[in-house]
């Protein structure tokens, strides 16, 4: 079973940076793609960004403000997060995709503007 906990939340102001982190752990798993979706009461879960061997992907509504990065030998996905706006606050949750099946982390909330 594979296991995905995120970090980084926390307060920040409009115009800010923050970066959130998502380490996976567990047994027997390689992810071909991992990335970062948000999601705010009352809405759906929204897509910001992926990260694959060979390309990263990001929604326009953060592109140029957010990069993601990978680090494979620690099993790490990262958001850094440029340019806060007031339509970012959220629980930003991160996914990790194998062959057969899609696991998420338990999410984080970011930003809390101060």
């Known amino acids: 079973q594979v296991q995905l906990v995120e970090s980084g939340g926390g307060l920040v102001q409009p115009g800010g940076s923050l970066r959130l982190s998502c380490a996976a752990s567990?047994?027997?798993?390689?992810?071909?793609?991992m990335g970062w979706y948000r999601q705010t009461l009352g809405k759906q879960r929204e897509w910001i960004a992926t990260v694959t061997s060979t390309n990263n992907n990001y929604a326009h509504t953060v592109e140029g403000r957010f990069t993601i990065s990978r680090d494979n030998d620690k099993n790490t996905v990262y958001l850094q997060m440029n340019g806060l706006k007031p339509e970012d606050p959220a629980v930003y949750y991160c996914y990790g995709d194998t062959n057969r099946a899609r696991s998420w982390g338990q999410g984080t909330q970011v930003p809390v503007y101060a």
């Open positions: 567990g047994n027997n798993f390689t992810f071909y793609a």
